[in-house]
């Protein structure tokens, strides 16, 4: 089995770390590099929407400009996250790697069954969502965290933890934020739709969302946390992590990405329709 | 096992094609869709738009994920399945069939010799498994 690599944990702009998962992504299915697994951290506060989601319908644009939040488009699915105090991660392997089965939701359950170990290991107990959101019961909001969906993460029965994967040419990444801390005002200013009256709104995602810090001790770190879900990680899967930097191809992808794509939010905008 | 048509060539990226003389009609095999589980939305090319062998003419987005699609052909996109706007189910329900996504007016009838047929493929995907 091919080794695995550590990116470790360091904070980007929002932009950048976008540009740099994609860059190991097409890189393993160039070149087929090593699985990675990377944590980061955001250098300034950020919304991510997923791939197929329309800006301004899920967004507040001018919100996000008041309140210095830059929005970014992931190239995985699912519905927007906002990233200030998190842990956000991604896996990276192929599709044939025999720790992962065959489908999107039976790989994001094996990821998941880590961050539950590894959530464990700091004291927290976890479980997987047995039942979530599927077609036809689709949310209206736009919050990744307002609803749960099959095998994401609940401490207490709230929402601690949001995925999603991209698959092609036999490799999938999957993406996922683990809230540190969690700040509902925040995040109803930032999505769509506001609803009134605004203090309902800002309850029914305080009922529905958690994070580590709502049970853990701030003397836990962030170190501890990465630390945690490293070891948890590996012994699930019995392998070993090599920390290891992007390479070079990595690198050049990355700023290539940065200034080609990762700079167009135009995508399912106003300005161009969104998909079926 | 899972049945692929005779009359359908594959891709290795689980795209079948149907050639009707220098034109492509083309969609997801069975086991593509059954991978991606319950479709939500797809993303086609437009119409009088290029799209090139080897590279994403579009993506699917399932629960928790989103696949890209790759072109098996270079050609010129003629039409799109208008249907999917209305019941994207059709891609799980019957994707070999009604289930298509674009159609296509290949460029070099030449790119249909990397094409595998439904017994080619059926082995291609036997030996991605044993592959593991």
């Not at chain 1, 609803?147 to 999603?164: F, N, T």
């Not at chain 1, 392998?239 to 939010?265: I, M, Q, R």
């Not at chain 2, 298509?100 to 047929?117: H, K, R």
Request: with cysteine.
């Amino acid at each position: 089995m091919a080794a695995w690599r550590l990116v470790p944990f360091q904070r980007y702009p929002p932009r950048e770390n976008m540009a740099i998962d994609e860059a190991i992504f097409r890189e393993v299915q160039r070149s087929g590099g090593p699985p990675t697994i990377r944590l980061y951290g955001w250098m300034s506060p950020a919304v991510s929407i997923g791939h197929f989601q329309h800006i301004d319908r899920e967004i507040d644009l001018d919100a996000c400009r008041q309140g210095g939040v830059t929005v970014v488009r992931r190239p995985t699915g699912g519905k927007a996250v906002y990233h200030d105090d998190d842990l956000t991660y991604a896996v990276i392997a192929g599709e044939n790697n025999t720790l992962f089965p065959p489908t999107i939701l039976e790989t994001y359950r094996v990821i998941s069954k880590c961050l539950v170990q590894g959530l464990h290991k700091l004291g927290l107990e976890a479980i997987l969502a047995e039942e979530g959101r599927m077609q036809g019961q689709g949310s209206l909001e736009a919050s990744c965290f307002s609803v749960p969906s099959l095998h994401e993460l609940l401490v207490q029965g709230r929402k601690i933890c949001g995925s999603a994967q991209m698959r092609s040419r036999g490799v999938f990444m999957q993406q996922g934020s683990l809230l540190m801390s969690f700040d509902p005002e925040k995040t109803c200013d930032i999505m769509l739709p506001h609803r009134e009256p605004r203090a309902n709104q800002v309850q029914a995602l305080q009922e529905k969302v958690t994070s580590l810090y709502d049970h853990l001790p701030r003397s836990v770190t962030r170190e501890d946390v990465c630390q945690s879900l490293i070891e948890a990680f590996q012994d699930e899967w019995a392998v070993s992590f090599a920390e290891g930097a992007l390479t070079a191809a990595e690198e050049k992808l990355k700023d290539h990405l940065l200034a080609t794509k990762y700079e167009n939010l135009t995508k399912y905008s106003s300005q161009n329709p969104s998909p079926p | 096992m899972k049945v692929f048509p005779d009359d359908l060539l594959y891709s290795r990226e689980h795209v079948w094609v149907r050639v009707e003389g220098d034109l492509a009609i083309i969609g997801i095999t069975d086991l593509a869709q059954e991978k991606l589980g319950e479709v939500h939305s797809i993303e086609l090319p437009e119409i009088d738009s290029e799209v090139e062998r080897d590279e994403p003419f579009g993506a699917v987005e399932a629960a928790k994920g989103t696949v890209e699609l790759i072109s098996p052909l270079t050609g010129n996109v003629i039409n799109v399945n208008e249907d999917l706007i209305d019941d994207i189910g059709i891609v799980n329900s019957d994707p070999h069939d009604t289930g298509w996504m674009i159609v296509v007016e290949i460029n070099d009838l030449d790119e249909l010799d990397d094409l595998l047929d439904s017994r080619g493929y059926h082995d291609f995907i036997l030996q991605e498994v044993e592959g593991d």
